[in-house]
């Protein structure tokens, strides 16, 4: 897929620049990679990916879902980077993986070092299909003396003292303003960012519609899968792990599971980015407030739609048959009222999931078999007790 040009503007210029010819050279692996000198950055004038419906994600996040595939799961925030993973695949068409990284000179020679986890090919096969690119992000540019940092652009860097050989991922973003530049990346990009690394700030706002809707069928989720009566090894599965795994056969299948839910979900990622444009081209608050309102109660009713058993489904079609789809006031509310002046009936459910092809969507996929026993065949006994031994863990 071919990339519009991303122009930044800076406030220094580049120090490995010799007549014109950039000198420093881009390691990458897996995907074309890109550099930011986010320490030079003042902004953006030409944003390449927003048109795209893009987004940015950590190295963590892909190797979740990969490792959910291939490798054993013993912590239920592995299930919850694994979903967060699945947000990327299932609701954006492209996605720039953010790798911690520094710029370094070496007696005049320049190089960027990438700091990362080790990613499988599994790994970078998942995500193809988002036409990826490893973006790294520059948060320091430092100049190593006999083998040891000396100095670097940002003011009390954790580098200085730090070897060639003891460079780590750790220590790329043990500073606070090194930790902060993921979100920084995002805003000045205005684009999502969905991160699983625990030493990266989360950034989970400014996700337009996508937050709105995941949030409100991702909140009403969890709060089923909690009052479920429990059993000795139940874990919770979030929402789009609990349909990727639904149309699964075992583990092996997954990947191919979610390329064809990818490929379904093509027009929920179109309507999506088109509530997005509502932002800008409201002509009013007001207008404004009751779209997002609309939207918002569409988005609210996925999971009571999905829910509702087949008996439920039948009497409320009767009752649209027998009351000519809601131009008649049934009995009962007409006597309600009467009784109590202030009744107010509650909303039509599927009216509310059939305003919107996300909503729609997504109440009959979440429409699922039980989720217990989903568990027992995706996860072996052992994970099952570490996973809801987690749960505990941080109760505690």
């Known amino acids: 897929m071919p990339r519009a040009q991303t122009v930044f503007l800076q406030t220094l210029p580049r120090e490995d620049s ?3 010819h950039v000198t420093t050279h ?3 692996e897996g995907y074309a990679t890109t550099a930011f000198d986010l320490y030079r950055a003042h902004s953006i004038s030409e944003n390449g990916l927003i048109a795209l419906n893009a987004c940015f994600t950590d190295a963590a996040t892909c190797i979740a879902l990969a490792q959910l595939i291939e ?10 980077a694994a979903e967060t993973a699945l947000q990327v695949l299932l609701l954006h068409d492209c996605v720039d993986v953010l790798i911690p990284s520094v710029k370094a000179e070496y007696n005049g020679f320049y190089s960027y070092r990438r ?3 080790h990613r499988t090919d599994l790994t970078f096969e998942l995500f193809r299909p988002c036409d990826p690119h490893d973006h790294l992000v520059i948060q320091e540019a430092v100049k190593f003396d006999v083998g040891i940092i000396a100095s670097s652009t940002l003011n009390d860097s954790k580098l200085i003292g730090v070897s060639n050989e003891e460079l780590s991922h750790s220590s790329f973003i043990s500073h606070p303003i090194q930790s902060a530049c993921f979100p920084a990346v995002c805003g000045m990009f205005e684009l999502p960012g969905y991160f699983s690394n625990n030493e990266i700030i989360p950034f989970i706002e400014n996700r337009g519609f996508f937050h709105n809707f995941y949030e409100r069928m991702g909140t009403p989720w969890s709060v089923h899968m909690s009052e479920r009566p429990q059993m000795s090894l139940s874990i919770t599965l979030p929402p789009l792990l609990a349909v990727v795994l ?3 056969i075992n583990r092996d299948s997954i990947p191919e599971a979610i390329t064809q839910l990818r490929a379904e979900l093509s027009p929920v990622r179109s309507e999506l980015q088109e509530f997005n444009k509502l932002i800008n081209s409201a002509r009013s608050e007001a207008e404004l407030s009751s779209t997002i309102d609309q939207l918002n109660a569409s988005f609210e009713a996925i999971v009571p739609a999905a829910l509702e058993t087949n008996f439920e489904r039948r009497q409320r079609t009767l009752a649209e048959i027998f009351t000519l789809g809601g131009i008649i006031q049934p009995p009962i509310e007409f006597l309600l009222r009467l009784l109590n002046p202030n009744y107010q009936p509650g909303p039509n459910i599927q009216r509310l999931v059939n305003k919107t092809i996300v909503s729609r969507t997504f109440a009959k996929l979440l429409n699922m078999e ?3 026993p989903l568990c027992r065949e995706f996860f072996t006994a052992a994970e099952l007790r570490n996973i809801h031994r987690s749960y505990s863990d941080q109760d505690s």
């Open 246 to 248: 639904s149309r699964s």
């Open 18 to 20: 010799s007549e014109g």
């Open 26 to 28: 881009i390691p990458s």
């Open 370 to 372: 039980l989720i217990e």
């Open 115 to 117: 700091a990362e986890s």
């Open 71 to 80: 490798g054993e799961v013993s912590h239920f925030r592995q299930l919850e």
